[in-house]
């Protein structure tokens, strides 16, 4: 069987088999052993470049006692593994993490974002991020720490010795919406205005004076994945969707491009940002004299 390109699925398949292994015990010379293939199969089916039968699947499941929704979800990309793009459906119970997009942030060259209704979770601060999940209905009370901790967790990617190059664009009205506090907004915007002097992040603001716009649809990631190739994603309230299609991926290029030539400079998008961040302080420092008084 030749090797192909690999999909979403085809990855995905291969980085649970990896995790399968792994938990298991296992290299992957030990797993050729146990199943009686060679060296490369095990490579090309861990990297997603050849497709294992439902047979072959369902041997290395066994083999590394993989059991329950674990080994149903495994079959199920097995099945599908040649069907470009990737919906994941949560239900009402969102995911604690979401695996894959992890992954592929933490693998990617570069990533760019466009956010319409909230700060980039790549770049909230802890109070915010709490604000923001706390207000979710869909979130039982008990999970939000939780979900916090994972949503700062994936925040080391900024800090990775070589990080991706991060382009983020914000539509103006994420910046004055509050969120939490007076002083969470505040030292949200503050945080911003500190990640912005990073060499890798270039944070820019779709002015709401423009009027209409190239993103009006929404937001969205574009992730360029190292050793694999360009992703979408988009989220929903109840589900997550990878697109890599190339006709999908230049659409959302082309909305990158515009943004690019529509947005505020860079210095005038920091410019604007602290402008509403004193405005924030202003406001705080009124409330808590008016308060002490």
Sequence with gaps: MEDREPTIRSRALGEGLREAMNSAGYNASEMARQLDWSHSKVS??????????????????????????????????????????LLQTHGSRLPL???????????????????????????QTGDYARAVISRNVNVPAEEVDDRVYARLARQGLLS????????????????????GSLATMSDQLHHLLRLSVRRNLTLRVVPTAMGAHAAMTGSFRLMDVSNFKKIVYLESETSSLFLE?????????????????????????????????TELYADREDHDEHDRA
């Design 44 to 85: 090309r089916l861990l990297a997603g470049t050849r497709g294992g039968s439902s047979n072959d699947v369902s041997a290395w499941l066994a083999t590394c006692r993989v059991i329950g929704p674990e080994r149903v979800r495994l079959m199920k990309l097995c099945t599908d593994q040649n069907r470009p793009g």
């Design 160 to 179: 990775k010795p070589q990080p991706p190059r991060l382009t983020f664009f914000l539509h103006e009205p994420v910046l004055k919406t509050p969120v």
């Design 97 to 123: 993490q979401l695996r894959e997009l992890m992954d592929y942030e933490n693998k990617s060259s570069a990533i760019g974002e466009y956010e319409a209704s909230m700060v980039s979770g790549l770049l």
């Design 245 to 277: 299609k190339p006709i999908e991926i230049g659409a959302y290029a082309n909305i990158l491009a515009a943004l690019d030539r529509s947005a505020l400079p860079e210095g005038q998008s920091k410019e604007l940002i602290a402008s509403i961040a």
